[in-house]
């Protein structure tokens, strides 16, 4: 949409450089560059304004919008509410989930400073 918008607000200029009916540069947005033929003509002392100059410059300008119409709703307060919460619950449905794993392993046991067995005499027969 923001693309769409860009490219209908703003003005394009395509200019082209024909030689002797063929297209030999184009441009956008700049003047296309010329294949020295007036430079050459120059040199050789004839005048560039003839008629019967092969080069041609076309140019072809798109304007674009200048009035656009920037309606901005607004929205009440459970309006606002709705729209944060939908939001941020949808956005959480794609961040990723880190499992962490408790290592006990490389805690021991407690020391028993006696037998409790033997203690409370309580014995398996």
């Known amino acids: 949409m ?3 918008l860009l490219l209908s607000t703003i ?5 082209k450089h ?7 540069d184009i441009a956008w947005f700049d ?6 033929m007036e430079a050459g003509l120059a040199l050789l ?3 560039i304004q003839d008629e019967n100059h092969c080069c041609a410059n076309e140019s072809f ?7 656009l119409n920037l309606n901005i709703p607004t ?5 606002q509410v709705f729209l944060i919460s ?3 619950s949808y956005l959480g449905l794609f961040q990723e989930t880190v499992e962490k794993n408790i290592v006990i392993n490389f805690y021991p046991p407690p020391l028993l400073a006696e037998d409790l067995n033997i203690l409370h005499q309580f014995f398996l027969i």
């Open 31 to 36: 003047s296309a560059e010329d294949c020295g």
């Open 18 to 24: 024909l030689c002797m009916g063929r297209v030999l």
């Open 86 to 88: 939908f939001t941020t």
């Open 75 to 79: 929205f009440d307060f459970s309006q």
């Open 2 to 4: 923001a693309l769409l």
């Open 45 to 47: 002392g004839d005048s």
């Open 11 to 15: 003005s394009w200029t395509v200019e």
């Open 61 to 67: 300008t798109m304007q674009g919008q200048d009035n």
